[in-house]
Structures are given as C-alpha cells and as structure tokens.
C-alpha cells in the first residue's frame, strides 16, 4: 500500500490550501487517518485526523482553520486548510494507521505560508 499527497504550494498568510491524500494497492480499511506536519528545526506534530467511524480530532493550533474529511474504506483523505499562517509552513505527510498492520505514510508535500 502507498499513499500519495498532493496539493501543498505557496500561500499568502490568509489564504488557503486543500491537500489530498489517496492510498493505492489493496484496500486498508484504516482506523484512522489523518496528517501529520514537520517544521525545520521542531518535531513532527499531529496536525488532524478522522476515525473510521468519522470522528475527528485537530490540534489546538488550528482548530476552527483546518477541516479534515475522509473515506477510510477508500483510504482517502482530505484536509482543508483556512487562514493560513507563516507558523504553519511546514512538510505535511498524511498517513493511514490500521490496528493490525500499523502505520503507512505519504510522501510529504511543502505547504510554505508566505506573511
């Protein structure tokens, strides 16, 4: 199974961005998928994810900014991304946890938040 990002680009602070993620190969039927991000010089944090019974979770740094929404049987999943600020610059990776078989990751995709 790989998961593919896309969607990452170059935004004025204010503006927004939509990432995409989708898995190919055989169908996870994840727990949960989501995105986590990685600033230079700071740890990997956990930006958002959703349940595969459609529950979601947001750090508190962008709640009421970034929306999450996935299919976890088509291990698909979507963040939107609203307000944007220069903190949330950042190499933003999507993944897919499935309880038997653990974590799968995506590539990562640059979201650069110009202020």
């Known amino acids: 199974v790989q998961l593919q990002a896309s969607g990452g680009g170059l935004v004025q602070a204010g503006g927004s961005l939509r990432l995409s993620c989708a898995a190919s190969?055989?169908?996870?039927?994840?727990?949960?998928m989501g995105w986590y991000r990685q600033a230079p010089g700071k740890q990997r944090e956990l930006v958002a994810f959703?349940?595969?019974?459609?529950?979601?979770n947001y750090a508190d740094s962008v709640k009421g900014r970034f929306t999450i929404e996935g299919d976890n049987a088509k291990n698909t999943v979507g963040l939107q991304m609203n307000s944007l600020k220069p903190e949330d610059t950042a190499v933003y990776y999507c993944?897919?946890?499935?309880?038997?078989?653990?974590?799968?990751w995506g590539q990562g995709t640059q979201v650069t938040v110009s202020s």
């Open positions: 993944y897919a946890y499935q309880l038997n078989t653990g974590f799968y």
């Open positions: 959703i349940t595969s019974g459609g529950s979601t």
């Open positions: 190969g055989r169908t996870l039927g994840a727990n949960h």
